[in-house]
């Protein structure tokens, strides 16, 4: 499809629980990003993927953190016993060629943890 | 290192005002790109231009401007004649040097009032 797919849009976790999200690229875009974003304020890089592979993962908390990108399914971003902090809209985008034509977001996934 | 500085936290205008949003930044890369998104407060990220370092050439959309100046490393936003519609966080953001994410400013939350 033309539209990067987050799911889902609300994810609502005990402290310490985990947090599963997802999200399917543009058919035909080879790299994927994540971005965490706080409070509608600061857009933190987590974590990109060219294909399968991961690109660059200097922005990821390496503690609780995980992601991948497996053929024919949608990405994932997993957080293991989820903290208040983590908290924020979680934010995925794909692109052509490293972001040089561009990035299409989706519609992100907002994490609560109470 | 690199580095977007949107220095303007809010700004609040009256309907049919023009108002610019200043976007600083710093990169060592000589290829580059540049990029504006709007965030209405339903939250998507809706992408409005994108510009590389070897096109100074500034463009008009409509009511929307963009003024690229590489000597002082800013590429400032113009809304003329502002609408209510218009409020929302402008982010801008840049890609450099090979690592294909972009780095974004703190945005500006534009509030335009009747």
Known sequence: GEEVAQTPKHLVRGEGQKAKLYCAPIKGHSYV?????????????LISFQNENVFDETGMP???????CLPNSPCSLEI???????????????SHIQGN???TFGSGTRLTVV | AQKVTQAQTEISVVEKEDVTLDCVYETRDTTYYLFWYKQPPSGELVFLIRRNSFDEQNEISGRYSW???????????????????DSAVYFCALRGGSQGNLIFG?????????
């Open chain 1, 101 to 103: 034509y561009g990035y």
């Open chain 1, 33 to 45: 990003f994540w971005y965490q974003q706080v409070l509608k304020n600061e857009f933190k890089f």
């Open chain 2, 67 to 85: 003024n690229f100046q590489k000597s002082t490393s800013s590429f400032n936003f113009t809304i003329t004649a502002s609408q209510v519609v």
């Open chain 1, 80 to 94: 293991q016993a989820t903290k208040l902090e983590d908290s924020a809209v979680y934010f995925c985008a794909s």
């Open chain 2, 106 to 114: 703190k945005g500006t939350k534009l509030s335009v009032k009747p």
């Open chain 1, 62 to 68: 390496k503690e609780r953190f995980s992601a991948k």
